[in-house]
């Protein structure tokens, strides 16, 4: 099952396995690729990468339930300010993979980073913790909306079955792993498609807005910052929702080698998406309380849907079809640039082999994507979805704080490395202070979910030692192994 890193091997097949070298090679040493070896080719144009990021981070919330800053900030103008300001840190964030992206031209996102600052076990412990439970329980949640909201307009006077949510949800991730399976090329096309959609989904709520503006409909905004008091946890909560509602903007660089002209399109579709991204979520919000109070905003299920019945009549029933559109494409981005993830660490040694290997005519990583249909479809049907994710919410951002404390560590260790794109030091220190923050936070104060969490994430410091590290293994464990 797990294997020590291997040299490159032609399987009997119809896959041929990617590179496997044991370990990242030097970006220095400008190794010409093997003749006849297969590989992930350069699909991703500046246009497509684009639409990973700005597909991947928009999903349902901004459109059903942007209250969690709200309630935690207690005022319009203060929810309104954690917005933009949570949006200027992930441009922080996402600068500083740009950085990692162009000088570490290795997909697989934060796993290989990990891996090439700080070594084989915490790289391992991230993508065994993404593989068997994060991964598979984001993607169910999130295609539980598209299933929920794709079927809205036919149960309009009445609860939708939860049987037939999670059927066409079932239905909606199969459609998402053949696709992804069968071609890259369709996929991003798709995935622009997806993101045309959401950006038409927001302007429809912002249009109305500023007319709304124009009218002189500001009677929400007077005195803006007044309100109900936050507590002294509420503010940082509030960020925590912020940064988790911008999150996405790193899977770019889970496909780092099959961007073209990695050096110049990463940084630039990393800074065209998160300015985008700012910009819509900002205003969206203004939009949204040009016609709802805030109280009226706490109380609401679906705030777009809220929002358009009062604005646009029945034209409000297309909300729920965008919505849908939206989650569809998040789940699309983020399967597409997570399948890289287990690539790469299965061409380091880290995952089962058959992970690492990469369909002959189609040219997709087919094993790694089709790894996550099965995991997900036990989540969906068997799993305590909502709290899995509460439980290992804070790994998400444990990892990315330390991937880009190894940004700075990397400019230590590795001066020599080339860095065509360069963020200044004060960047990662404040963005890697950030996580860690919301890190310790979140130990403070949800410490019984946040120490399940912490205690499933250290499984994998035993799965290391047992899977990779031990060699002695004795004959009918290899066999279990399928070895």
């Not at 998402?176 to 096309?189: D, K, Q």
Request: charged letters at 15%; aromatic letters at 12%; hydrophobic letters at 50%.
């Amino acid at each position: 099952m797990f294997r020590k890193a291997a040299v490159t091997t032609v399987s009997n097949g119809g896959y041929l396995q990617g590179q496997a070298n044991g370990k990242l090679p030097s970006m220095e040493s400008g190794e010409p690729a093997q003749e006849g070896k297969v590989v992930l080719k350069k699909k991703v144009t500046l246009l497509r990468g684009i639409s990973i990021i700005i597909g991947t981070i928009i999903g349902a919330g901004i459109f059903i339930s942007p209250k969690g800053i709200l309630k935690n900030t207690g005022s319009v103008g203060m929810s309104l300010t954690v917005w933009t300001v949570c949006g200027i840190l992930s441009l922080f964030g996402a600068l500083c993979y740009a950085e990692l992206g162009t000088c570490i031209k290795k997909s697989g996102g934060h796993y290989t980073y990990i891996l090439e600052a700080f070594g084989p076990l915490p790289a391992f412990v991230r993508v065994w913790v993404e593989l068997l439970i994060i991964r598979p329980a984001a993607t169910a949640v999130i295609s539980l909306a598209f299933g929920r909201y794709i079927l809205e307009p036919f149960f309009m006077q009445c609860e939708i079955p939860e049987l037939a949510i999670k059927l066409i949800t079932a239905v909606g991730i199969t459609l998402v792993m053949v696709l992804n399976s069968t071609s890259v090329s369709w996929s991003a096309r798709i995935q622009i498609f997806l993101t045309f959609c959401k950006l038409v989904a927001i302007l429809i709520i912002i249009v109305p807005g500023v007319i709304q503006l124009i009218k002189g409909e500001t009677q929400h905004f007077k005195n803006a910052f007044a309100g109900n008091d936050a507590s002294v946890m509420g503010l940082p909560l509030a960020f925590y929702s912020g940064m988790y509602a911008y999150s996405g903007w790193f899977y770019l660089n889970f496909v780092t080698e099959e961007v073209e002209n990695p050096e110049k399109n990463i940084p630039l579709a990393i800074c065209i998406s998160m300015i985008t991204v700012t910009v819509g979520y900002v205003l969206t919000n203004v939009a949204y309380f040009t016609t709802i109070s805030a109280g009226e905003l706490l109380l609401s299920k679906a705030v777009a849907v809220t929002f358009a019945e009062r604005l646009m009549g029945d034209f409000s029933l297309a909300v729920p079809i965008f919505v849908a559109l939206s989650c569809f494409g998040s789940m699309n981005g983020g399967v597409f640039a997570v399948s890289r993830m287990f690539f790469v660490a299965s061409r380091e040694g880290h995952l089962p082999e058959i992970l690492s290997m990469i369909h002959v005519r189609k040219h997709t990583p087919l094993p790694a994507v089709i790894v996550l249909h099965p995991l997900t479809m036990i989540m969906l049907f068997n799993g305590d979805l909502y709290s899995l994710l509460n439980f290992l919410s804070f790994a998400r951002w444990l990892f990315i704080g330390l991937v880009v404390a190894g940004l700075i560590y990397l400019r230590y260790k590795r001066p020599d490395m080339p860095r065509p794109f360069k963020v200044p030091l004060f960047i990662p220190a404040l963005f890697s202070f950030t996580c860690l923050f919301m890190v310790a936070l979140s130990l403070y104060s949800d410490p019984v979910n946040t120490g399940i969490g912490f205690a499933i994430t250290l499984t994998g410091v035993p799965a290391y030692y047992l899977f990779i590290v031990w060699d002695n293994k004795p004959k009918w464990f290899r066999k279990l192994l399928g070895k």
